[in-house]
């Protein structure tokens, strides 16, 4: 697999975090070192971060690739046990650590 992202990019940084929790290899590819032009044939929308997973599969938007992630690789788990805790913590992480720890 190859991320598609750049340094400081926040939703590029969640789907590292992702990555790295899953364990899963991947090929970092800086896209400001790439040439001009390069990456609008990678992801036309321009956005950051994409995923290759060769053969021509690409994946935008940080949601969807977590997603992918989570269905192609579920173990561990991103989100928590608990349906309410874990798509709430999904949506809104910062909001009632308190309430939803796991
Ligand atoms: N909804 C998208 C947002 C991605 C996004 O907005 N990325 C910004 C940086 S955080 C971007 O690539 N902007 C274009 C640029 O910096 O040239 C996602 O979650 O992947």
Do not use: H, W
């Not at 940084?13 to 790439?34: D, F, N, T, W």
């Not at 956005?47 to 060769?54: Q, R, T």
Request: overall charge positive.
């Amino acid at each position: 697999m190859k991320l598609y992202t750049y340094q400081r990019n926040s939703a590029g940084e969640r789907v590292r975090i992702a990555l790295g929790l899953k364990g899963l290899a991947y090929e970092y590819v800086s896209v400001p070192a790439m040439p001009e032009g390069a990456y609008d044939r990678i992801n036309p929308q321009g956005l950051m971060p994409a995923l290759d997973l060769g053969e021509g599969q690409i994946i935008a938007q940080s949601g969807a690739i977590l997603a992918f992630l989570e269905e192609t690789f579920p173990d561990p788990p991103l989100l928590s046990p608990d349906p309410f805790c874990g798509r709430r913590r999904a949506a809104s992480p910062c909001s009632s650590p308190r309430r939803c720890t796991r």
